[in-house]
């Protein structure tokens, strides 16, 4: 139990009040007050808070936010190589000028929000950079460091959705034909398979499950301080993207010769594939002569996506294609193109209820044939 102690200080003669109390963990703290009030409402809050398990030790919260952030990041097991590095950027370019002498238990919910306001940068940039320090003051909550996180629930600024190019099966065949023959075999895999790039210019022969026609997507490859670097994929799972016939064939041709560990794209040397050199090779031009400003192969993506939705596929076949976490996930970047399905639904449901009062009935009875 927290005690209040009285005190006269020799050397000015004012009287103070001193709690003394212990964590949860036994451990002895102390603070002063002026007001014997203070000093019992502290009591009371202290004692409260370890009943209700919300008790947060002022010794541990006396690290800088900057600090606690390196330590965060250091802790993280679950991202990869990439996005390391984006999350580094943000600290040393953001996070650490704002807040590298501030301490853990001086944050504010306000200058958060004020901090965020004030950030010359675009909308989806201030939402990544507020994403990173959520992220850590999340772990000094679990850490016991923080009772709530301070960068909880502010208001972020609105990231206005663009329309995204979605090609035809005729606008896929004329780019991969202005790419030529090599690059254009790339245009029409990105635009049947929806692979991100990285898990293209990663993928390997062995991965090609030709009897099947399936391609198993298992890691990523992407450039890191300038280093092109092999890890897992985006959200870390291994999945199976279908590969049409047409396709088949012409990838069978390409790994030809070529050894299970093998890459089946590669780049100068044999080096992994990058995209800025494949965009500059061909991408940009042979877009651009076809009205396709700002290009990038990233929308070959979302071509896939497209052409899937439109060949039938449901929402969980095109979460699975694409690598999304969730079928919510799909739905958000890609629900408007499922609408254009309801017409065939609604001739489904007009055909199959012609053919069910078509049957001959005896009586009440349906006849079975």
């Given at each position: 139990m927290a005690t209040v102690e009285r005190r006269v200080s020799d050397r000015t003669g004012k009287t103070v009040y001193v709690v003394r109390y212990r964590t949860p963990e036994r451990a002895s703290r102390q603070k002063t007050f002026k007001l014997r009030r203070?000093?019992?409402?502290?009591?009371?809050?202290?004692?409260?808070?370890?009943?209700t398990g919300a008790f947060v030790d002022p010794a541990r919260q006396e690290v800088s936010v900057a600090d606690w952030c390196d330590k965060w990041l250091a802790a993280k097991t679950n991202i990869g190589p990439k996005t390391r590095e984006r999350y580094e950027g943000i600290l040393s370019a953001q996070i650490r000028p704002r807040w590298s002498t501030v301490k853990l238990k001086d944050v504010r919910h306000a200058d958060v929000q004020t901090w965020l306001a004030g950030l010359d940068l675009a909308p989806a940039s201030v939402r990544?950079?507020?994403?990173?320090?959520?992220?850590?003051?999340?772990?000094?909550?679990?850490?016991?460091?923080?009772?709530?996180?301070?960068?909880?629930?502010?208001?972020?600024?609105?990231?206005?959705?663009?329309?995204?190019?979605?090609?035809?099966?005729?606008?896929?065949?004329?780019?991969?034909?202005?790419?030529?023959?090599?690059?254009?075999?790339?245009?029409?895999?990105?635009?049947?398979?929806?692979?991100?790039?990285?898990?293209?210019?990663?993928?390997?022969?062995?991965?090609?499950?030709?009897?099947?026609?399936?391609?198993?997507i298992a890691e990523s490859v992407t450039p890191v301080k300038g280093v092109m670097t092999f890890g897992p994929t985006k959200g870390h799972e291994r999945r199976e993207v279908p590969m049409p016939r047409f396709l088949a064939a012409d990838l069978s041709r390409l790994v030809d010769g070529k050894g299970p560990d093998d890459l089946v794209f590669t780049g100068e040397r044999g080096a992994p594939m990058r995209s800025q050199a494949f965009q500059r090779r061909s991408l940009t031009a042979a877009s651009t002569a076809m009205g396709l400003e700002g290009f990038t192969p990233h929308e070959l993506r979302h071509s896939a996506a497209s052409l899937a939705i439109a060949s039938g596929a449901d929402v969980k076949v095109v979460q699975t294609m694409l690598g999304h976490k969730s079928a919510t996930m799909t739905l958000d970047l890609?629900?408007?193109?499922?609408?254009?399905?309801?017409?065939?639904?609604?001739?489904?449901?007009?055909?199959?209820?012609?053919?069910?009062?078509?049957?001959?009935?005896?009586g009440n009875v349906l006849k079975l044939a």
């Open positions: 203070d000093a019992d409402r502290f009591v009371t809050s202290i004692e409260s808070s370890k009943m990544k950079v507020h994403r990173v320090l959520s992220q850590a003051m999340d772990f000094a909550v679990k850490d016991g460091r923080l009772a709530v996180n301070p960068a909880s629930g502010v208001s972020l600024p609105r990231v206005e959705s663009t329309e995204k190019p979605f090609l035809s099966h005729e606008q896929v065949a004329e780019l991969a034909k202005r790419c030529g023959p090599g690059d254009g075999l790339i245009v029409t895999f990105l635009a049947y398979t929806g692979l991100r790039w990285g898990e293209m210019a990663a993928l390997r022969v062995k991965r090609l499950d030709f009897l099947r026609r399936r391609i198993v890609y629900g408007h193109l499922f609408g254009d399905r309801l017409d065939v639904v609604a001739d489904a449901m007009d055909v199959a209820r012609t053919e069910a009062l078509s049957k001959p009935r005896v």
